[in-house]
């Protein structure tokens, strides 16, 4: 998370008349979120790495599953200017799961099918989730953003010629994100944020079309170590969930949690700063 004190420099007027009060009311409310006589911007690369389990519920099916193993690696991109901020973050791994996965729910010439991992089976999901976030920080430690945010399933059996099946989950969701300094190297951080509804679209292995709705939400928070000004450590705690609903004749029903510990460097590059 990024973070700059916004200067706002104020305007003293030697002479007013009734045109100057007006004017300068109008000055002061909107220097609340006017951006500083001075530019701050900044730009922040970061890599992430997280140890995940990935577990839920095939309704329908009644059957629960949780991952035996699995990990994801993120990147992200985030500038800042002033108040306002800007950003991309990508993170994916594989995850691994026994006699119990998420129900293969495709659909092929407007035909449903149900396929469920059997008992002795393994199956392996390639999980990827992006996020483009757009923020304002309206408070000086707490901001709220958009954010426009996709998750992608794809399931591996280890054979290149066989078309597997995968989905991808689109939709726009808000949040909120703030910190709370400790003192001049530590700093505490979270966020909030949900996507009240999407799309659930099946993109290999059937018709390549959308199959289904769903939500999502995730809630993050940890720690910051400022090594300088440029260079930072993170670490902390995510849990994200999932609910998907498909359009097949049963109205098949997904949930999806993933809890992650993770570690994370970020450098920043300043620009403006005096």
Partial sequence: MLVKTMLVKKTFINKINANHVIAGCLLLAASAVAPAAHAQHSL???????????????????????????????????????????????????????????????KNDDVYTTTSLQPGEDAKINRGEADILVGYYFWPKVSLFLDLKSITNEWKDGDPDTENYATQFVGLGLGVS??????????????????????????????????????????????????????????????????????????SEQKHQVGSLFIGYNYIFQFGQH
């Fill in 44 to 106: 922040g690369l970061g890599v992430k790495l997280l140890g995940s389990n990935w577990k839920g519920e095939n309704v329908e099916s009644g059957n629960d599953f949780e991952s035996t193993s699995g990990a994801q690696l993120g990147f992200n991109l985030v500038y800042q200017y002033n108040r306002f901020y800007t950003g991309f973050n990508f993170q994916g791994g594989d995850y691994k799961f026994k006699d119990d996965a998420p129900d293969q729910i495709s």
């Fill in 178 to 251: 703030g910190f709370i300094p400790l003192n001049d190297q530590w700093m505490l951080f979270g966020s909030f944020g949900l996507v009240p509804s999407g799309k659930v679209r099946q993109t290999k292995g059937g018709d390549n079309d959308d199959i289904g709705d769903g939500n999502s939400g995730a809630l993050e928070f940890g720690g910051i170590f400022h090594f300088n000004r440029s260079n930072r450590l993170n670490f902390g705690l995510k849990s994200q969930w999932q609910t998907y609903k498909f359009d097949d004749p049963a109205r």
